[in-house]
């Protein structure tokens, strides 16, 4: 049985997106922005979601419980561009029923 969760996405260009993903497929929140091609193609994900650049970070705008930041993105969000206290890396995020109602925003592409 699969369950799809509903998460609004707020691109870069300041337009919001309600879209749904699955919770049975091991994606992550990258995957899912790119999956419904709210990015430019190119311009998220760039090492592989590996947590070692930052072009999927995004701003975390509802209370929804995330996981815990692992070493490596709070590594790399201490070296990215437009970091907020809020900041997370879409690539760390795997999609679970635990995130229905997330509320984010995709961070400036980094120059």
Do not use: W
């Not at 419904?36 to 650049?53: D, F, K, R, W, Y």
């Not at 996981?67 to 997370?88: G, I």
């Amino acid at each position: 049985m699969s369950l799809d969760i509903n998460i609004s996405i707020t691109d870069r260009e300041g337009n919001a997106h309600e879209v749904t993903a699955p919770t049975d497929m091991s994606l992550n929140l990258m995957e899912v922005v790119r999956l419904h091609e709210l990015v430019p193609e190119g311009t998220i994900g760039i090492c592989g979601g590996m947590a070692m650049c930052a072009s999927c970070q995004c701003y975390i705008i509802s209370d929804t419980a995330l996981p815990d930041m692992e070493y490596e993105e709070e590594a790399m969000l201490a070296e990215a561009f437009y970091v907020k206290d809020n900041s997370r890396l879409g690539c760390q995020i795997p999609i679970t029923p635990d995130l229905e109602g997330l509320k984010i925003e995709m961070a400036p592409e980094e120059m």
